[in-house]
């Protein structure tokens, strides 16, 4: 990784397709880098939608897999969550990966008529990018967000969406004439999103404190959360945000299925205040649904 910007919007490798120019930095850093140990902050809820804060509240440093079929609105959730950390000294890194040119025009859009460009950097492969370059992308926004995370910023990168990287890379694995597993998959296609969210940590005060936070989204089919990427991610991750499509279509917005959703760091990453507050509505709401 060559060279980035705040506010900018970047291709795989780092070349510079558009830019404020708020500010630019100049380094080196590997794409594949070593993980560190995850902490999660205490007293803290990171997402700013009272839907998920109240209910599945997420820490710094936590990775929280968002999952639901197509036109569910979970690329909605990671971009209002973006819009939420105006003002917060947040970075946020947005990686678009195999989606429609058009779609992503429409987020980078979305940004910066609500001024978060200033804050955000974008990196995109579309869907007819070559395949190495879609699975290259995810780890380009990691080594961002994690420039700086070491120097003592709090950091959010959304991977939308982690499925089309999986796809991509079962299309090289199958080139290059390795044994397909399970769904045509590599048998290492586990590795191939662990390595990348278990960079998501909370650094000590030794470190600078600083953290980054991870939203992964997969796509399912028909709601099959039993397929193998959907399970594989969820066994790396710390909770689950499940989208359902029932609920999307009756006109509830976020559209999420509380019964299955969960957050592996719950009331640790919440407020006194909060806790007191909405303590009950998860088992309330669940139970109402039934």
Do not use: W
């Not at 509380?258 to 709401?285: D, F, H, N």
């Amino acid at each position: 990784m060559k060279k980035a910007s705040s506010g900018c919007k970047l291709e795989e490798l780092g070349r510079m397709e558009e830019s404020l120019t708020v500010f630019s930095l100049n380094y080196s850093n590997f794409l594949f880098e070593k993980a560190e140990i995850a902490q999660f902050e205490r007293g803290l809820s990171f997402i700013g939608l009272i839907a998920i804060d109240s209910m599945i509240p997420i820490g710094r440093g936590q990775r929280e897999f968002i999952i639901g079929d197509r036109q569910t609105g979970k690329t909605a959730v990671a971009t209002d969550t973006i819009l939420k950390k105006k003002g917060q000294g947040v970075i946020c890194v947005y990686v678009a990966i195999g989606q429609r040119a058009s779609s992503v025009a429409q987020v980078v859009t979305t940004f910066h008529e609500e001024g978060a460009m200033e804050y955000t950097i974008v990196v995109a492969e579309m869907a007819d990018s070559p395949a190495t370059l879609q699975y290259l992308a995810p780890y380009t926004g990691a080594a961002l967000a994690e420039y700086f995370m070491y120097r003592e910023r709090h950091t959010l990168i959304i991977y939308d969406d982690l499925s089309k990287q999986a796809q991509a890379y079962r299309q090289m694995s199958l080139l290059l004439r390795r044994p397909p597993g399970r769904e045509a998959y590599p048998g290492d296609v586990f590795y191939l999103h662990s390595r990348l969210l278990e960079r998501a940590a909370k650094l000590n005060s030794l470190l600078g404190e600083g953290s980054m936070t991870a939203l992964p989204i997969v796509e399912t089919q028909s709601g099959d959360v039993s397929a193998y990427i959907p399970t594989n991610v969820i066994s790396i991750t710390d909770g689950q945000i499940f989208l359902s499509a029932d609920l999307f279509h009756a006109g509830i917005r976020p559209a999420i299925n509380v019964g299955i959703s969960v957050s592996r760091v719950g009331s640790a990453a919440q407020i006194k205040a909060m806790k007191q507050v909405a303590g009950k509505s998860k088992l309330e709401l669940a139970q109402f649904a039934e």
